[in-house]
């Protein structure tokens, strides 16, 4: 692909757009984020509110920024520019550059602890380690200063140089394959987890609903993740609908982006929870949950010294191809709107995520006791990026299709390879006008105390 004006290469096939979009949308998000965050908040409620989040706001924005994208041809900042000249809409991409960087930085990380995990599966580091063997190896290794920088490094190298080789070479040809091969390594997972002993208290944590323990923390972070999983919010899609062929059905590849992310989600945390309660693990262990769980499962699978390989091989390449995905953003941005020749933009963006990664890791060792906020530099970037800024941007981007683009200009684009039929129209249109706006303006707001700050603040100065 080049960022040249005349020849944007387009996806060549209707697969490859799906596959390279969920190629983006699954990956740490769902393996290891999801349980993770799901164990922190209280299990099955969480559940619920995210996927009531992931329907009324997260298709619909998914949509919306396929069709940005697919109009304008552009990238995230590009693409406003065109289609609202002179407006300060544009804006929205540098938002979205900057969440772009923001998570790259400790995504890297994260797909690092996935390597050394390659690397200990292939020893066999933890044949017949108990519990908290496992565990105290996890967070020997997180906060070690040296180790995961090396694992870091390699995998943004691994990132930068596919985004060099370019779009379809590089990324289509991976997802097609492997994404399918992950699914069914996760299905049988799936197996051993619910046939382990205990496994009933895990399956009642995930889905038997217990709203009393939903925070509001907890809400926004539910909001967070369904951009967060779904890569909206930032442009991803808005870059990646760039590449679309007009004749795709662009509802139908929302829909099934969207369905195919999350049955990934919940079969990882089918796969985790019941082995969390079989090995007496806290469903609320934090950042470390799949590391220190999944070993404990694979020990106890025939074949698990295989399986443990190809999962972490397979997770690695997840979050390889949602890694792309995120650095295209901000490859697109430079090479397009900076007008630096592609490569130089690659290898700068490249480092300078890297750097804010470096920070980020050490965030977890020595750096610990800088707190920000009440949290270290990883979850006060995680935080900031996936809780605040992609909430805001897709709020945006659903403000700027419902009301600047309209209608009957969504009916056009959309109907070129497919239809959205008066009534879903409608729906779409209440959703990216009223409901998505609103509902993130809310959650948004009590999730960070603004709300709960102006409350006290009327109350005190009337009262
Ligand atoms: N969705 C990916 C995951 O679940 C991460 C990701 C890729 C992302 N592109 C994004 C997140 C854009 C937010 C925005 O692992």
């Known amino acids: 692909m080049s960022g040249s004006r005349k020849s944007r290469a387009l996806f060549t096939s209707r697969f490859g757009v799906i596959a390279a979009a969920a190629g983006s949308a699954i990956g740490l998000g769902n393996i290891w984020k999801f349980p993770y965050i799901t164990g922190v908040y209280g299990g099955a409620a969480f559940l619920f509110v995210y996927l009531a989040f992931i329907l009324a706001i997260g298709l619909p924005i998914m949509l919306s920024e396929l069709i940005i994208g697919r109009k304008s041809r552009k990238n995230a900042f590009g693409a406003f520019k065109k289609l ?178 999350t049955i990934i989600a ?76 592609r490569n130089v933009a690659t290898v700068f963006a490249t480092i300078l995520i890297t750097l804010l990664g470096i920070i980020c890791s050490l965030s977890l060792g020595i750096f610990s006791d800088v707190i920000v906020f009440n949290r270290n530099i990883f979850d006060l970037l995680d935080h900031i990026s996936a809780n605040i800024l992609l909430p805001l941007g897709g709020m945006f981007i659903a403000l700027f299709i419902g009301w600047i683009y309209g209608r009957y200009k969504v009916l056009r684009e959309v109907a070129h390879g497919g239809k959205l039929k008066g009534q879903f129209l409608k729906i779409f249109m209440v959703l990216v006008k009223f409901i998505a706006p609103i509902a993130i303006f809310i959650v948004f707001l009590k999730g960070i105390k603004v709300l709960d700050f102006l409350v006290t603040f009327i109350k005190t100065v009337i009262f």
Do not use: C
């Open 84 to 261: 609202a000249p002179g407006t300060p809409w544009r804006f929205i991409g540098s938002f979205g550059v900057g969440a772009a960087f923001i998570i790259l930085s400790f995504y890297g990380v994260v797909a690092g602890w996935s390597i050394r995990y390659i690397v200990f599966s292939l020893t066999n580091h933890f044949h017949n380690s108990s519990p908290e063997a496992i565990s105290s190896t996890f967070n020997a290794f997180i906060t070690s200063p040296g180790e995961p920088l090396v694992y870091q490094i390699i995998f943004m190298l691994m990132t930068g140089a596919i985004i060099m080789i370019g779009v379809q070479k590089g990324i289509e040809r991976y997802s097609k394959i492997l994404m399918p091969l992950l699914l069914t390594l996760i299905l049988i997972l799936d197996i051993r987890a619910v046939t382990l002993h205990g496994a009933y208290d895990g399956l009642r944590f995930l889905f038997k609903p217990d709203f009393s323990k939903l925070t509001y923390e907890g809400i926004l972070s539910a909001l967070g993740h369904a951009f967060f999983s779904l890569s909206l919010g930032m442009g991803t899609l808005i870059t990646y609908g760039s590449y679309v062929r007009k004749e795709n059905n662009l509802v139908q590849t929302a829909i099934q982006v969207t369905a195919a992310d």
């Open 266 to 341: 919940i079969l990882a945390g089918i796969a985790i929870f019941p082995a969390v309660f079989a090995f007496n693990i806290e469903p609320g262990e934090g950042v470390g949950l799949i590391f220190i769980t999944l070993p404990n499962v694979f020990m106890q699978m025939p074949g698990g010294y295989i399986f443990s390989i190809m999962f972490f091989v397979l997770l690695t390449i997840a979050a390889l191809t949602s890694a792309i995905s995120i650095l295209e953003v901000v490859v697109a941005y430079f090479s397009e709107e900076l007008k630096m020749k």
